[in-house]
């Protein structure tokens, strides 16, 4: 118990500045569920989860999803330095099954240069869905490198390294409840 006060306590101390409450996300998401179930209505809803970084927002965005839909999960890495995407991708864990004919929606945690993405678009798009769109939580435009049309975003935020509610920095930071920025020390 003490343990994992202490833990708690010190990620807390890590971050500078809180950008988007806890209390926002749960709006945020509530409403896109909404948004996601009108427009699938009569579809065949496909969830596709990108791990690990979409794992929580899919988590909570599901869930307020009204329509039968099926969730998969596919894990990529990216080679390149911690802060910075190089989109050169490698699958992980790929989809248990076959999405041909299917409503694919990716559900993504940040997009930012957009080389994943990009990647995995044209990945998921060789495999014949009926339709294929993206939902990212956070939006980081300033940095586009391709062009790429996202169909559901939660927050579009300024150029800044962003940690929590599923992204990590160094594989940490994940389960903290909100997204924020850490201090310059953290990655010294
Ligand atoms: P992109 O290929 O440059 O669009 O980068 C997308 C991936 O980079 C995301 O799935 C994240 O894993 C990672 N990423 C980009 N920006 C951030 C950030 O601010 N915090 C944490 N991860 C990030
Ligand atoms: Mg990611």
New binding site residues.
């Given amino acids: 118990m003490i343990e994992v006060m202490r833990f708690s306590q010190s990620m807390h101390d890590d971050v500078k500045e809180i950008l988007i409450t806890a209390e926002s996300i749960a709006e945020r998401t509530a409403q896109l569920g909404k948004q996601i179930t009108q427009d699938y209505a009569d579809k065949n809803l496909f969830v596709v989860c990108?791990l690990k970084?979409a794992a929580i927002f899919t988590a909570d965005l599901y869930r307020h999803v009204e329509i039968p839909a099926t969730v998969d999960f596919m894990a990529i890495s990216?080679y390149g330095d911690r802060?910075?995407?190089s989109?050169v991708v490698r699958i992980s864990k790929d989809l248990d099954v076959n999405i041909e004919g299917k409503d694919v929606l990716i559900i993504?945690?940040?997009?930012?240069?957009?080389?994943?993405?990009s990647y995995l678009l044209d990945n998921l798009r060789s495999r014949h869905p009926a339709s294929l769109r993206t939902c990212v939580l956070l939006d980081?435009p300033e940095?586009r490198e391709v062009d790429i049309a996202v169909d559901y975003t939660g927050f579009t935020i300024p150029d800044?390294?962003?940690?929590g509610y599923g992204?990590?920095?160094a594989q940490r930071y994940r389960n903290l409840p909100y997204i924020g920025v850490l201090k310059p020390e953290v990655y010294a």
């Avoid at 945690?109 to 957009?114: E, K, V």
């Avoid at 800044?160 to 940690?163: E, H, K, L, N, Y």
């Fill in positions: 990108i970084g990216s802060t910075k995407s989109g993504e945690d940040i997009i930012d240069s957009g080389l994943t993405l980081k940095r800044q390294f962003v940690v992204l990590d920095y």
